[in-house]
C-alpha cells in the first residue's frame, strides 16, 4: 500500500525553519546544543509527521537527523534521533508495495534520501557535488567497519565506553531496519514476478556486491559479533549498585544488546534469501563466497533458542 503522504518533500521555507535551529552548532555550550537538536526534532516531526497533511522531509532534515544520530554524544538524543528516523521510515518508506491488479506493484522513491551512499544515489544531485555533505553515509567499506568498531567495543568493557558501545548498536540497529525495509517488499515482488533486476537492485545485493567488502572478513566478523552478544546476554550483565550513577547505561547496554543481536540475525537471514534466489538464478552477479551462506541455510541457529556454539565453526 501505497504511504498516506503527498509524494512533494516539505517546502523551501519549512526547511529552512528546521534547519535554522541547527545554525548554530559549534558555538554554544553542550547544553544548549542539546535543546537546539531536540528541538530540530520537533520541528521535523511536527511538519513531517503530525498534522492532517504531513509533507515529507527533505533531503537535508533526514540527514541532518542521522548525523546527529551518529554524534550526539548523549543518550537521549541518541535514542530520539534513532526513533525518529523509525517514524519516519515508516511513514515515508523508499520502497513499498501498491495495489495493481492482478498483482501488488513495487515502488521506489529513488530521490529519497537514505544512509547508505551505494553506486547511484540520490545524494549526488541533492549535494551539488559537495562531499561534506555524505561522508557520514555507509558505503560497504563503512558498514564492514561499523562491524569491526562494535567488536571492539565489545571487548572493552570499562564504564567510559558504554555510551559508544550503545550508540554503535543504535547505528547498527537503524542500518539493518534500512536494509530490511528494502528488502521484504523487493522479496515478495520478486517471488510473484521472478524478476531477478528487483533484488539486483536491493541496497543489500548492492552493499554485499560491492568490491569495497572483504566478504569473508565480513562474515567472519559477523558471527563473532553475534557469539559476543549471545554470550553476554545469556550471562545476564550484571547491574551496578543503586547507587551507581552510570546504572541507566548499563540497563540501555542491556536493552540493546538484545537488539543488536536480533539485527545480526536479521542481517543473516536476508542474505540466506538472497543466496538462495541467485542460486537459482542465471543472471545473479553476487560474488562468489556469498554461496558459503547458502550451506547454512538449512541450520536452526537463528531460532529465538540461537546457542551461540551454533556460530562457532571456522571461515577460513
Not at 523551501?12 to 530540530?40: P, Q, Y
Not at 520541528?43 to 509527521?49: E, G, K, M, P
Not at 563503512?142 to 565489545?154: P, T, Y
Request: with cysteine.
Amino acid at each position: 500500500m501505497a504511504p498516506p503522504a503527498a509524494a512533494t518533500a516539505a517546502g523551501g521555507g519549512v526547511e529552512e525553519n528546521a534547519m535554522a535551529i541547527l545554525d548554530t552548532f559549534g558555538i554554544k555550550d553542550s547544553r544548549d546544543l542539546h535543546d537546539d537538536r531536540t528541538a530540530f526534532f520537533e520541528a521535523v516531526r511536527s511538519a513531517c509527521l503530525a498534522g492532517d497533511s504531513p509533507s515529507p522531509p527533505s533531503w537535508r532534515m533526514h540527514n541532518a537527523v542521522f548525523q546527529i544520530l551518529q554524534s550526539s554524544s548523549s543518550l537521549e538524543l541518541t535514542i530520539a534521533s534513532f526513533h525518529l528516523l523509525m517514524e519516519l521510515g515508516k511513514q515515508y518508506p523508499r520502497v513499498y508495495l501498491t495495489n495493481s491488479c492482478p498483482h501488488e506493484a513495487l515502488v521506489v522513491v529513488k530521490e529519497s534520501w537514505s544512509p547508505f551512499l551505494l553506486g547511484n544515489n540520490a545524494a549526488c544531485d541533492e549535494i551539488g557535488g559537495n562531499t561534506g555533505r555524505t561522508d557520514h553515509l555507509f558505503d560497504s567499506l563503512r558498514f564492514g567497519l561499523l562491524i569491526e568498531d562494535m567488536i571492539e567495543a565489545a571487548n572493552d568493557t570499562s564504564t567510559s565506553n558504554r555510551l559508544k558501545r550503545i550508540e554503535n548498536m543504535v547505528l547498527f540497529h537503524y542500518l539493518v531496519s534500512t536494509l530490511e525495509a528494502d528488502f521484504v517488499p523487493r522479496n515478495i515482488a520478486y517471488k510473484e514476478s521472478l524478476d531477478w533486476v528487483i533484488i539486483r537492485e536491493s541496497l543489500l545485493n548492492v552493499l554485499l556486491g560491492s568490491r569495497k567488502l572483504v566478504f569473508k572478513t565480513f562474515v567472519k566478523n559477523c558471527i563473532s559479533l553475534l557469539n559476543q552478544h549471545q554470550r553476554e546476554l545469556e550471562d545476564s550483565i550484571s547491574f551496578e549498585s543503586a547507587s551507581d550513577l552510570d546504572s541507566s547505561l548499563t540497563f540501555s547496554l542491556l536493552e540493546f544488546e538484545r537488539e543488536a543481536l536480533l539485527s545480526v540475525k536479521k542481517l543473516f537471514i536476508m542474505t540466506f534469501s538472497t543466496s538462495d534466489m541467485s542460486t537459482s538464478h542465471p543472471k545473479s552477479r553476487l560474488p562468489n563466497n556469498i554461496f558459503a551462506f547458502h550451506q547454512l541455510s538449512s541450520s536452526s541457529c537463528f531460532s529465538d533458542s540461537t546457542s551461540s556454539s551454533c556460530f562457532s565453526f571456522s571461515c577460513s
